[in-house]
């Protein structure tokens, strides 16, 4: 048996231990947090965060070996193995702000990790920090007085919100890195004896300790370059009639380029795509490599238009203003199955659409209580609704924003119905059936396609 301590129990904390606490009986396991609000609601009824399938496997493992503690000086100390997936955002202020990471909340991990451990102790570096952080892990922990012996792993986390129990259970690979070293071998083999478990020995996969790091965010980096490469694409079908749906399909079937990541939309959002991008950049800013960072940065660019460009076409749709109009947002989570609405391109649109004044109705199945957070002051002008058609009473537009399956089954006659005429309809997320929408009496707007407009 070994005691397994994680450090930051957010959504990748909370959704990896406990796969691991499911898999592995024998291992205890234990998620701390300083923040003793999230500790509670995952020991209570209500997990602080909403993953398809992790309420039953944290019901089901919760106080048998898997625990909740804000303990984290205690645990230290009696855990063999430390993962670290504590928050590592964007800095916001001083040198590099606004694209290097922000380590404060990890150096401040390292420093407690060395203060209260006393024995040897394995520090898995589970956050997605900038390539040779571990260098700088190093430093810190054999700067203890007590001379105990650590050994930095980088094991980084590609599972994704939203499907992140099936992720786990199913990874495509896991990556574990290491220094080539007896005890650095060791170490790793450690970590990948835990995910052999339930992992097939070949999926599992290992790599120097700079190679693990800079694959987390060169992962990053190329998944969101495919949406920003289909959404570039999306603007140049607007002004030709060419559909975007038909080119992505056609492109995806060739092997090469495969068919994933090929919806356009409103853009990725997420906690992790831009921050880890951006972080790259200044990478490449750092090692002399200006060209590799602007090639990255527009990456970054491009989503931010796209969200430009989808506020402006509903603003000149609908006779270039949506002063006092209301307007129903139907999402407001980064994407569908999650409740996670940092950097959602559905709250970019939000604010875009209150600066011009509208008035905003907004709604989505679990993210409500996280976007009134997120929006701070502005969420005094919105009005949250949990029904997708109380939302759309009185409005004279709706605008789909995040690709929740079940705004594709609402039943749009009746809210036409309760629509001002003429209504609009923009489909960010080019979810739903146009044809038919435009027959019920919408105008209608999906991203990457001719619009079908009734004519007055
Ligand atoms: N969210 C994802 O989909 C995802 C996927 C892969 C990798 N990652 C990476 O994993 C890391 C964690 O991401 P997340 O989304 O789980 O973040 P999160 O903000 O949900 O959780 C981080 C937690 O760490 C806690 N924390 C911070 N400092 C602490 C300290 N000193 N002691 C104890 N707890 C502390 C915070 O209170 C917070 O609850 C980040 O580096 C992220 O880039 C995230």
Redesign the pocket.
């Known amino acids: 048996m070994s005691n397994i301590l994680c450090?930051?129990?957010?959504?990748?904390?909370g959704s990896t231990m406990a796969v691991i606490a499911q898999r592995c009986p024998q291992h205890r396991i234990t998620v701390?947090?300083?923040?003793a609000e999230?500790i509670a609601a995952w020991q209570s009824d209500r997990l602080p965060i909403y993953e398809p399938g992790l309420d039953e496997i944290v019901f089901s493992v919760r106080d048998r070996n898997l625990f909740f503690s804000t303990e984290?000086e205690r645990r230290i100390a009696e855990a063999e193995i430390i993962f670290v997936?504590?928050?590592?955002p964007t800095k916001t202020f001083g040198r590099g702000a606004g694209k290097a990471a922000d380590l404060q909340?990890w150096e401040?991990?390292a420093r407690?990790i060395v203060q209260y451990a006393d024995g040897p102790k394995i520090v898995v570096e589970?956050?997605?920090l900038p390539v040779r952080t571990a260098e700088a892990m190093e430093r810190i922990l054999s700067s203890g007085r007590r001379g105990v012996e650590f050994d930095v792993v980088s094991n980084p986390?590609?599972?994704?919100?939203g499907t992140a129990v099936a992720d786990m259970q199913n990874p495509d690979r896991v990556l574990i890195g290491g220094h080539d070293t007896p005890s650095g071998r060791r170490a790793v083999e450690t970590i990948a004896e835990i995910y052999a478990h339930w992992v097939p020995r070949e999926r599992i996969i290992t790599a120097n300790l700079w190679s693990a790091e800079l694959s987390k965010l060169v992962a990053n980096a190329f998944l969101a370059q495919r949406v920003s490469s289909i959404n570039a694409v999306s603007a140049l079908c607007e002004r030709t009639e060419a559909d975007v749906t038909e080119v992505a399909r056609a492109i995806g079937l060739d092997r090469r380029i495969g068919p994933e990541f090929l919806r356009a939309g409103i853009g990725f959002g997420?906690?992790?795509f831009k921050k880890?991008i951006l972080n790259m950049v200044y990478l490449c800013e750092h090692y002399g490599l200006p060209e590799v960072a602007g090639y990255w940065e527009q990456v970054v660019r491009m989503n931010e238009y796209q969200q430009f460009r989808f506020v402006a076409n509903m603003l000149s749709s609908m006779f270039n203003t949506v002063s006092g109009k209301r307007i129903a947002l139907f999402g407001a989570a980064f994407k569908a199955h999650t409740n996670d609405t940092r950097e959602s391109p559905a709250l970019a649109v939000c604010r875009a659409l209150l600066s011009e004044r509208a008035e905003i109705a907004i709604t989505d199945p679990h993210a409500l209580e996280n976007a009134r957070a997120d929006l701070g002051d502005e969420a005094a002008k919105v009005r949250f609704e949990p029904d997708p058609y109380a939302a759309a009473a009185g409005a004279h537009a709706v605008a789909l924003l995040t690709d929740w399956p079940q705004y594709a089954e609402l039943d749009y006659e009746a809210i036409f119905d309760r629509m001002v005429e003429p209504p609009f309809l923009f489909d960010g997320r080019n979810l739903l059936d146009h044809q038919r929408l435009f027959e019920i009496g919408f105008n209608v707007f999906p991203l990457g396609k001719p619009p079908l407009v009734h004519q007055p």
Do not use: M
């Open positions: 450090i930051g129990a957010g959504y990748v904390g701390v947090d300083v923040n999230r984290v997936s504590v928050n590592t909340y401040k991990t407690q589970k956050s997605t986390e590609f599972l994704a919100e997420g906690s992790c880890d």
